[in-house]
Structure formats: C-alpha cells, structure tokens
C-alpha cells in the first residue's frame, strides 16, 4: 500500500513541484512573504519535490563536465531580487553568481562565462540560504522523486501522488515549477530509432548532452550533429576536449591537438552557420533601451488591441538595434552622438529622411545596417565545391570572433545584436497572454522572430567559435551546407547539403544536437501528461493556434482546465508555459526588473494566500527534512 503523508497536527502545507532555478526562486519568496500572511504561532509546511536534490535540479547539477560552459556571464546571473524589481513582496537582496564566486571559485571574473556545475553550485547554496534563513513558523520538506499525479479532494485540497508510492494530501496549494521537462519522440524519431537498432547503429535523440552516454561513440568513427545551435557546442567540447585533446594559442589563433579519441564530427544545420557569438561583455549588468522605445511598447500594451507584431513591434525593435548599432560605429564626441540618436529615431525607418542622416554623418551605405546580411551573411553566393564553402565558412567565422572581441559596448555588431536579449523583457509586456494575433504569433514571432532572436542573441562565448575553428582546421569537424538531410541507406546513414556539390559522407552515429519545441501533447512528464489528459488543464490557444504551452491566466498563473475554469489553487511558472510566455528559459538577470523574478513572487504571495484561507495554524519550530542521513548543510546534487 502507498503512504500518505497527511498534515501533521493544525497547520496548512503547499507543494512546489521543481526544485531548480523557478522552484528555488519561488521557495525564496514564499519564505520572504510568509509572515505577512501567517498568524501569530502559525505554522506552514512547503513540501518540495524533486528527484534531484533541491537548488541546483537535473540541469544544473554539480556532478557534470566542466567542459559544459553556461552562455551568460557571471555578473548576469542572479536568483536575488534587487531594487529594480516591482513586487509585492519583501526585496531580499543577495550576490549574483560572479559576487559568490568571489571568494568560491578563483579566477573567475564578472565577463567570464561559468561552467554549468559552477552555477549548480550557486543555486545548491541559496536553497540552502534559504532554508537557514526560514521563519521559525515555516518547515520544509524534500521529497527526492517525480510528481505524477494531482487530483482535487472532495475538501477542495489537493492531493499529490509521488512516482516513489507516497501520497501528499491535503495541500492547500501547489505550484508547477519543473523547468525542462522530456519530450515523447515524434515519428521521425521512432524511424530514426528503429533503424539504428536494425543496423547496430547510434541515434542519440534530443536530450541535454551533459546526460547522454557519449562513450559508445567511437574514436574516428563518423558523427552527424544535426543542429549548431547551443547543444552542438557542448556535443563539440565533450567528444574533443573532454576526451583528451586541447587547444593552444598561436599567432593565427587556436591550434587543437587530438588525443586520438575524437570521433570525425559532422554538423550541419537549416542556416548552416552557428549561432552568432556573444560580444566580450563591456557594459556590465545590462545598458537600458533608450527611454522613447520602452514608452512605444507600453502604449501598445496598454492599448488593449493586439497589434502585429511585423507592422507595429518589428520597427521599434529594428530602430533601438541600428541606433545602438551607428552610435557604436560613429565614436564621435557625446554632443555628436546625442545629435545623430535624436535626428536618427525621429526619422521614419528607410525612409529618405534616414537616409539622408546616415549620409550626413558620413555612414557609408557599405556600412549600413542589413538584416538580409545579419541572416544571410553568404547572400547569393553560389558555392561550386566543399572547399569553397569551407573556405568561407572560416572567414566568416574568424570575422565574427573578431567582432566579439571588440565586445558588446564599443563592437558595432555585437552592442547592437545585444539589443536584442536585453529587450526581452519590453518585448513580454506586449506578446505574453495573447498579446498577438494569432497569426502575428504564429507567423512573425513564433516561425521567424523567435528563431532570429536565438541566432542572434543567445549564441555561444567567443571562445567556442575560436575552437570551432581550430577543430574544423585539424580536420576533426566538418560544417555542411544549409539544409542538410539525412538518407537511411547501406546499413548507415548519407549525409550531404543540397546546396552545395559534393559527395554524401557516411556517418554510423546521428545526434539530435537541437531541442523541439515543447508543447503539452509531446511531453513525457507523467504529471502534466495527467492533467492534460484528465482535462485538469489544457494546451494555450490564441483563437485557432495552439501555442503548445500550458495555458495558465494573467500574474499569478492559475491553471485552466479544459472548460475553461480557473483553478484557484494550482499556478505554474516557466518552462512549460512557454506560448503563453515567452522565452521563458531565460534566466534572471540583475538590475533589470526580472519577469522570472516578479513571476515567482506573485505566484508565492498567491499560493500562501490560498493556504491562508484555510489556515488552522498552530506555532511550531522551524524543521528541515531532506534526504535520509544528509544534513542540510550538506546538500549536493547526486545523479
């Protein structure tokens, strides 16, 4: 028989299903704002559910390849409110990543880029923050397994099966807070997979490569990596570095030395070429949008009437890029530049008035901006052979480290395609919670803005690209053209481009090196699979377009069931949102007025409003209970 936890004595108990970055954040708040809403000698249980031990999660854990690096820098990194954040509860100040790491980790500066098991660290060191620091009135619980359940009582509780047998009844209130949850395969995966078993072949489907058993590749065999988006970059350091090889600095740039172990990597993707580097980091935490741009986006949120996004957004967003963009280029006095920003934004885009500014500040059309060019930086070139595409590929990849190391404050290129993350969070007060049409969404953000705004913005250090090079000059990695495909044939698979002329390599293993999106119905999380399919919630939809996110209302994000009825004590943040929100794996950042952050808070103040309600509370000591025979002190991440 399963057990059931039910509450212990008088007192009220909320769950937070996730103990990654959200469900620490959200158990951060909760802690803050419980005295507001607990009585004298009240006494709050939160349970937290994790098979992971609780902070860091299953991405961030400590017990992961160094290799696998984080791609924002230290000084960006935060999981503390500030005084920029608008919240209704208590501001709770703390360090960023870097200001921890200060007398944690030496070497590792505010620009630098953390390894992935470092910000573990960090986030395995404010749960435990926060557990020390909890209101007497206030005990937490770890439970290290799944949620796979979650059914109403005929009391209105909630009630919470858990994957190791035991039941947590009488909830008052639980949060949906897993993060990146794994997805069902399609059925081009199954063939793929199908395959591969046929003919003692390796497909590696979508997944964190930090969790994929590399060790069946074998040296020098033949590897396709479909994808050179962030997942092909930590594929790329752990078959090579991880498995004895290094790179030297030379006067041409780095030099890879194999170890013999490396297997002959091929990568490939729709565009072809890799996400744009990110600019060295010269501005510190963040450089606000100019003020006209934000004012734009508030006026059209607060119109009420969704606007398109390529007609109305696209433009503003456009103009704050080129004018960071020419202000960079210009290094002229700041008189100057302040004349230019004024005549430049009040000019209509490519308008002959812009134009005309452009030309009197002796901006070269050669210097101009073009997005045809950011996209499509090969235009029309018609490439004959494998090597001349090789050959340009490096070119353009020596060019654009070198525009990131000139950084993201005086680099031309790099301050402006920053413009672009740094407006992420302008950009949710105007497309989250319908704020499109449903063909805007689909069609400009989703199908194409999305994807622009990941090339663009969230790419890789510098130094990945430099090794990128190296590994491609050593004859380890080779790049296909755009739009490659994949041909079952010969108990193997051919790979080529279209694109460009050449014969298909026969490769033994693929990779996914890319992630699809999640949606509700390929997800293989029991707990949301329950829901959706007992209709407890349902998938977001903007008129006839299915976003795929689970749909929740406005701040603080109850559930919708499939009638249409709000949920007055379920609520999620995050990941599995995303449609309803938008990018919503970005992390918090300092300074900025994070949506994480304010996320979080309002869904904590609303569950202990919930659990309030029905509070019976008696005063009870703060207790602690985490993993059988750990300490708290001593919490770590093990796989």
Known sequence: MPSVIQPAGVGTHVAIVGAGPRGTSTLERL?????????????????????SPPGAGRVWRTEQPNEVLMNTVTSQVTLFTDDSIVCSGPIRPGPSLYNWAADRIPGLGPDDYGTRAQYGQYLEWIFQEIVRQAPPQVQIEVHPAFAVRLDDTSYGQQTLTLSNGRTLSGLAAVVLAQGHVPLLLDIEQRKLNAYAELNGLHHITPSNPADVDLSVIRPRENVFLRGLGLNFFDYMALLTTSRGGSFSETPNGLKYHPSGNEPRMIAG?????????????????????????????????????????LQDIWPLVSKEVETVYYLALLKRDESEQTDFQIRFLEAEPNSPEEAQVLHEFGISKEERWSWDRIQRPQGDRIFNTTTEWREWLIDYLREDAKEAALGNLNGPLKAALDVMR???????????????????????LDRWYTPLNAYVSIGPPRQRIEQMIALMEAGVLEVLGPHPKVKSQDEAWLVYSPEIPGEPIRVTTLIEARLPEPTLQNTADKLLSHLYNTGQCRAHTIDAYETGGLDVTGSPYHLIDTHGRVHPKRFAVGVPTEGVHWVTAAGARPGVNSVTLCDTDAVARAALGAASIEARITQAQVEVKAFPHIEVAELRVHV
């Open 269 to 309: 993707s729709r565009r072809g070429i890799p996400y744009h580097s990110r600019g060295d980091n010269g501005k510190g935490g963040i450089r606000p949008p100019h003020a006209p741009l934000i004012n734009a986006f508030r006026k059209h949120s607060d119109a009420g009437k969704a606007p398109d996004f």
């Open 422 to 444: 740094d407006l992420r969070n302008e950009l949710r007060l105007i497309v989250d919670h319908n704020g499109l049409t449903a063909t805007s969404h689909r069609k400009h």
């Open 31 to 51: 802690c803050a704002s419980a005295p507001e809403f607990l009585a004298p000698g009240a006494r709050l249980t939160v349970h937290i559910i994790d098979p």
